[in-house]
């Protein structure tokens, strides 16, 4: 950092206990175990990967150590990158590493300190209390079991992508006859098996539903007929189902009026869900977080989970119908480009209910950082403001990509605020605290 202010700025912010609001721990393996499990984030995979490294080291057969120094062999080619500088934070706070740089010649000595630091059996404890948190948010798949675990530390989560998109498999439908003893095959049944979900998950103390979006998807309310016939479609319970997958088409409609606009079964059963999903969250008084943007298997050949991408085609006008419709339910938004960061800016200006929330995934680098926080410090109350999650798989990556963010936020407000005598030091920590913490305590009621 540049200067005293910024720094003394990050120290206080450092000291702010954390809520983090999203995440993709397991609760019950919520710390690393190995090296292998640091560097299998799909950061890592896929910056080696577009690097030059084969498949051949993310088989299963392939050793744990053997992977690691496979890519620790690469990182010499992305180590101007920030995941790179979150390794090496993660290898001098947690691992002991001393030196000024990681390279494949430290393979074997890090494996080795991980797999004895790891295994000490109050290490999740220990990474918890030195990255200064309080509790974190899951993703649950909607028939997770939520037992096992402290959910005050680990909140649930219902993070629905597979009702949405995927209950036309097989597979998704019987896992929820399998979590609700509803067989679903009409509007009615559907929205008895949601309301089972939203009351288990509610009774085991989830703050939030959460989605993932395409760029082409557009909420909008599915008249209980047409849902039915979708459904019907879905199942192979109707004597169209045959033709479901040769090009059946529905009529979307909007505000009970066809559009002219034809979609298939799915579109229609998707857009149903996820209407009812909304009115689920309004009945109980639960957030919407909408994950917007995402393309998948844009890369076909690419590694695990490094495969989607974005495009620009995404506006959140496509949202407009929900938002108005749903004035009770708040909807924290995350946009996977930082060229749609203005729009989610005026959204979030105008729209009580709309919320901008973190640097979600290709923006969550500093330099977008910067010009996001910059645009939406500028520009958005700051009480509807959550500054940032970690999007985290395992626990030891909270602390570095948390400091990365609070250095950028040190300088916003040391920049924006303090310099120019808008705030004192002590006002604008606390407006960082209100970032960091606060908003997420008053948005998710933790």
Same mark, same amino acid.
């Given at each position: 950092?540049?200067? &005293? !202010?910024?720094? @003394?700025?990050?120290?206080?912010?450092?000291?702010?206990?954390?809520? @983090?609001?999203?995440?993709?721990?397991?609760? $019950?393996?919520?710390?690393?175990?190995?090296?292998?499990? $640091?560097?299998?984030?799909?950061?890592?995979?896929? +910056?080696?990967?577009?690097?030059?490294?084969?498949?051949?080291?993310?088989?299963?057969?392939?050793?744990?150590?053997?992977?690691?120094?496979?890519?620790?062999?690469?990182?010499?080619?992305?180590?101007?990158?920030?995941?790179?500088?979150?390794?090496?934070?993660?290898?001098?706070?947690?691992?002991?590493?001393?030196?000024?740089?990681?390279?494949?010649? @430290?393979?074997?000595?890090?494996?080795?300190?991980?797999?004895?630091?790891?295994?000490?059996?109050?290490?999740? /404890?220990?990474? !918890?209390?030195?990255?200064?948190?309080?509790?974190?948010?899951?993703?649950?798949?909607?028939?997770?079991?939520?037992?096992?675990?402290?959910? #005050?530390?680990?909140?649930?989560?219902?993070?629905?992508?597979?009702?949405?998109?995927? +209950?036309?498999?097989?597979?998704?439908?019987?896992?929820?006859?399998?979590?609700?003893?509803?067989?679903?095959?009409?509007?009615?049944?559907?929205?008895?098996?949601?309301?089972?979900?939203?009351? =288990?998950?509610?009774? /085991?103390?989830?703050?939030?539903?959460?989605?993932?979006?395409?760029?082409?998807?557009?909420?909008?309310?599915?008249?209980?007929?047409?849902?039915?016939?979708?459904?019907?479609?879905?199942?192979?319970?109707?004597?169209?189902?045959?033709?479901?997958?040769?090009?059946?088409?529905?009529?979307?409609?909007?505000?009970?009026?066809?559009?002219?606009?034809?979609?298939?079964?799915?579109?229609?059963?998707?857009?149903?869900?996820?209407?009812?999903?909304?009115?689920?969250?309004?009945?109980?008084?639960?957030?919407?977080?909408?994950? $917007?943007?995402?393309? =998948?298997?844009?890369?076909?050949?690419?590694?695990?989970?490094?495969?989607? !991408?974005?495009?620009?085609?995404? #506006?959140?006008?496509?949202?407009?119908?929900?938002?108005?419709?749903?004035?009770?339910?708040?909807?924290?938004?995350?946009?996977?480009?930082?060229?749609? &960061?203005?729009?989610?800016?005026?959204?979030?200006?105008?729209?009580?209910?709309?919320?901008?929330?973190?640097?979600?995934?290709?923006? &969550?680098?500093?330099?977008?950082?910067?010009? @996001?926080?910059?645009?939406?410090?500028?520009?958005?109350?700051?009480?509807?403001?959550?500054?940032?999650?970690?999007?985290?798989?395992?626990?030891?990556?909270?602390?570095?990509?948390?400091?990365?963010?609070?250095?950028?936020?040190?300088?916003? +407000?040391?920049?924006?605020?303090?310099?120019?005598?808008?705030?004192?030091?002590?006002?604008?920590?606390?407006?960082?605290?209100?970032?960091?913490?606060?908003?997420?305590?008053?948005?998710?009621?933790?």
């Amino acid at each position: 950092m540049n200067d &005293n !202010l910024s720094r @003394d700025l990050y120290t206080a912010l450092c000291a702010i206990p954390l809520i @983090d609001p999203h995440s993709h721990i397991d609760p $019950i393996a919520p710390a690393s175990r190995s090296l292998d499990d $640091i560097l299998g984030y799909h950061y890592y995979t896929e +910056l080696a990967h577009s690097a030059g490294m084969s498949h051949e080291p993310l088989r299963k057969e392939t050793s744990p150590r053997d992977r690691v120094k496979a890519i620790l062999g690469h990182m010499g080619r992305f180590d101007n990158t920030v995941q790179y500088a979150w390794f090496l934070e993660i290898a001098r706070e947690f691992l002991g590493f001393t030196g000024d740089k990681v390279t494949s010649a @430290d393979a074997d000595a890090l494996f080795d300190s991980a797999q004895t630091i790891f295994s000490q059996p109050d290490w999740e /404890k220990q990474v !918890l209390k030195k990255s200064n948190i309080d509790a974190i948010f899951l993703t649950n798949e909607f028939d997770d079991s939520l037992d096992g675990f402290d959910t #005050s530390v680990y909140v649930p989560c219902l993070r629905t992508d597979a009702l949405v998109f995927h +209950l036309d498999k097989p597979k998704i439908r019987q896992r929820l006859i399998d979590t609700t003893g509803v067989d679903v095959g009409d509007a009615q049944s559907l929205r008895k098996a949601v309301w089972k979900l939203f009351a =288990r998950f509610k009774a /085991k103390g989830a703050k939030a539903c959460a989605i993932s979006l395409p760029p082409d998807f557009a909420p909008v309310k599915v008249p209980d007929a047409e849902l039915d016939r979708a459904l019907k479609a879905l199942s192979g319970d109707s004597p169209i189902a045959k033709a479901v997958f040769g090009g059946f088409q529905f009529a979307r409609t909007i505000a009970g009026k066809s559009t002219g606009v034809d979609e298939s079964p799915q579109a229609a059963v998707a857009r149903g869900v996820f209407w009812m999903l909304a009115e689920h969250c309004r009945e109980f008084e639960l957030p919407f977080d909408l994950m $917007i943007g995402v393309n =998948r298997t844009v890369y076909e050949a690419g590694v695990y989970q490094g495969q989607d !991408l974005f495009d620009r085609q995404t #506006s959140l006008i496509q949202y407009r119908d929900l938002f108005n419709a749903f004035p009770e339910v708040t909807f924290p938004i995350s946009v996977l480009t930082s060229g749609q &960061n203005q729009e989610l800016v005026a959204y979030s200006w105008i729209f009580p209910n709309v919320v901008t929330n973190g640097h979600w995934w290709y923006s &969550n680098i500093p330099a977008y950082i910067g010009r @996001d926080l910059t645009e939406r410090l500028q520009a958005v109350p700051k009480t509807k403001q959550i500054g940032y999650y970690s999007d985290a798989y395992k626990l030891e990556f909270v602390l570095p990509k948390y400091n990365m963010y609070r250095r950028v936020l040190a300088e916003a +407000l040391a920049d924006q605020f303090v310099r120019p005598g808008r705030m004192s030091e002590t006002e604008a920590v606390a407006l960082g605290k209100r970032l960091l913490r606060d908003n997420v305590r008053e948005i998710f009621d933790v």
